[in-house]
């Protein structure tokens, strides 16, 4: 179990590591593995960055984020650029449809809705906007709405663990209303962590419930799913 002091160390030579951050911008206090990041960037990419930085770390089980976005007067945009530059954006983003997303601009936060068959294209959205000047925050309330049915969900699913050269064989699919509960039993934390990742690549997929279970001494560690 790390101290707070060594996690902190951790965290901050972590965020030190990140080309597009000035670690100086940004505080970092832990209390019992929940990280808080606090201070102000001027660009929104620079907040996600110094998160996922923060998530990597070993030991760190929460992350609050207190990072504000301030920009400069000269990077200052109307909210008409803004916004047309959030469309442009995710029309030119590739892995995306055409006219399935709306927007709306507020403050700062750019809110995204609308229906999508994969939840790899909801992140795709989110990630075309992040280095718009003028985003401060993003709202991704974009929902995984399936176009076929749970059997084709399960049946894609259970393909590619099987065509998986390292694992599954002990694994039981179910799917209901879109959402993966997984069960059965893996040899690794690797092994748990892999399957879930795959079951949230899968098309339509909503939600996944991780129940695999690892043998000790990695049973106690991950006793909480990966993937909610």
Not at 49 to 75: L, P
Not at 132 to 150: A, E, H, L, M, R
Request: aromatic share 4%; charged share 20%.
């Amino acid at each position: 179990m790390k101290t707070n002091e060594n996690l902190q160390k951790e965290v901050q030579d972590a965020l030190k590591c990140q080309i597009l951050l000035h670690a100086a911008e940004i505080g970092v206090t832990v209390h019992d593995g929940i990280v808080t990041l606090s201070g102000t960037v001027n660009a929104y990419y620079k907040k996600i960055a110094a998160e996922k930085a923060a998530r990597e770390v070993d030991g760190v089980s929460a992350v609050i984020q207190n990072i504000t976005v301030t920009h400069a007067k000269s990077m200052t945009k109307s909210n008409i650029d803004i916004v047309v530059a959030v469309v442009h954006a995710l029309q030119n983003c590739s892995h995306l449809p055409k006219n399935k997303i709306s927007i709306k601009f507020e403050n700062g936060t750019i809110t995204l809705e609308g229906d999508l068959p994969h939840n790899d294209q909801k992140a795709a959205a989110k990630t075309a906007i992040e280095n718009i000047i003028g985003v401060t925050s993003i709202c991704n309330n974009i929902q995984i709405v399936s176009d076929k049915d749970d059997q084709f969900e399960k049946d894609h699913l259970e393909h590619t663990l099987e065509n998986n050269p390292i694992f599954f064989k002990n694994i039981v699919v179910a799917v209901s209303s879109s959402k993966i509960t997984l069960t059965g039993h893996v040899t690794c934390i690797f092994e748990k962590q892999e399957v879930g990742r795959l079951a949230k690549l899968t098309p339509g997929v909503s939600s996944v419930h991780n129940k695999l279970t690892v043998p000790s001494p990695y049973a106690e560690a991950m006793a909480q799913p990966f993937y909610q």
